[in-house]
């Protein structure tokens, strides 16, 4: 079972930035995509940013051109860039790892907030 340790949650203003970081406890190649989710208080849990083994992207567009997703299939990494943070960003950030890992992370919070 593959273990995801997300990190780089915090508190920051509103137009600030944060970049998150999920590292893979072993090799995350096999797993076609990963994903990071976000979930607010009192909302269901939602995909904000994905990515291949290619490397190809894809976002929710809430977030388009505001984060940047990246893997590095050879640290068993995975980042989420978040630039001009707004309130509404506000959440418990997952990582998660697609099929065959079909594992999550722990959550890490981020609180944009003045």
């Known amino acids: 079972q593959v273990q995801l340790v997300e990190s780089g949650g915090g508190l920051v203003q509103p137009g600030g930035s944060l970049r998150l970081s999920c590292a893979a406890s072993r090799s995350i190649f096999s797993a076609y995509v990963m994903d990071w989710y976000r979930q607010a208080p009192g909302k269901q849990r939602e995909l904000v940013a994905s990515?291949?083994?290619?490397?190809?992207?894809n976002y929710a567009d809430s977030v388009k051109g505001r984060f940047t997703i990246s893997r590095d299939n050879a640290k068993n990494t995975v980042a989420l860039q978040m630039n001009n943070l707004k309130p509404e960003d506000t959440a418990v950030y997952y990582c998660?790892?697609?099929?065959?890992?079909?594992?999550w992370g722990q959550g890490t919070l981020v609180t944009v907030s003045s």
């Open positions: 990515v291949t083994r290619g490397g190809v992207t």
């Open positions: 998660h790892g697609g099929r065959p890992l079909d594992a």
